[in-house]
């Protein structure tokens, strides 16, 4: 059965002395910003018998903590492994970096709304952070990639004894919620995201995207809506159509196109990225993203790309030339999900993904980028 943490934490228990971490590179970052950097890519250990967590299937137990300082305040979702050089007591986060135990304020963050299961969960409907929403009326993705966090979807399914999605379903449900919630997208939400998995079928999908965004226009809500989506075979091959697909999703009420490079890398995409998707190149995402840049303008184009799954030196390449293109990248630190996971190398210590973060740092103020804050953020 699952059980939901506890909001309070107990006294801790006592613990063995922390492993020590050699971050040469330490003083380049606040300590909060490095403690939480380590979790993203270790998890954490408990040093507390009051929080209980979820154990279901495959899924990797893991837990949103809130990390606090002077000026600093950030949401991280991080898994639990007991073999963590990070520890967390319920009430602080403390690693021993270069010889010295080190810890910042840190407490569960519990959102029964949200997370009712105890664990960040992606849901069909769901608020995003602050001022955002998330319709995902495809719960899981057609191409499954190796590192996907719709991995876990199945299993939160399950939790809820839901049976297997039905697509027409859940996108009618997104329809209808539109029209009893339309007083809250007025009031309640800057970006509403068409944040989906992506089907086979090119014409459904964008025609799902360009209804639901028509839809949430009608109301008259005139904040963004960014879709995003894997990148169809029909558009990479035929810029004709490519440039048509694009500009009906914008005359439809879309204002931001997004599609997840996540691996520059030609050699690891195919490695981790299977099917058709795992044939798209990075240089095909230059192709689509300058297309999409021409129609949505300049930083209304995004993706995401996972630090830790490639040397790098191709992630800064990746970053770097997509922020020329007027492209937002949303960096994350590439965390587990699911078991199978696990068995993804991470290809760098702490310190070099310090240095990755600070790299991407100086692209941010180079090309004067805004900042995506979410719970796996690499900035």
Known sequence: MWETARAEPPAPTKRAKPADLTVPGADRVSLPELLRLGVLRDGVQLATTGIRLPLLGQVIPRIEIEITAPGYRRKVTVRVDQRSPFSFDGAHLTARVNGTVRDVACRQFVDDGRAPTGMYNFGLLRENGVRSFVFDYHTYCAYSCDFCFKESEW???AFQESGPAN????????????HDHAE????EYDIVWLCTGSIKNTRLELDRHCRLAAEI???GYSGGVYVSQVIPQAIRDDAGYRLDYLNRLKAAGVSRFNSGVEIVNNEYRRRYVHGYKGTLTFDDYVTVFTDAVAVFGHQQVGSCLLAGIEPATDTLRGLETISA???VPSPTVLTPFVVKQQGIPFHYDLDGLVNVHVGFREIIRAYGLPVFSGVFSLA
């Open 217 to 219: 226009r009608a109301i």
């Open 155 to 157: 299993e939160i399914l």
């Open 167 to 178: 697509y027409t379903a859940n996108f009618d449900a997104c329809l209808a919620y539109v």
């Open 325 to 327: 293109l007027g492209v």
């Open 184 to 187: 809250d997208f007025l009031t």
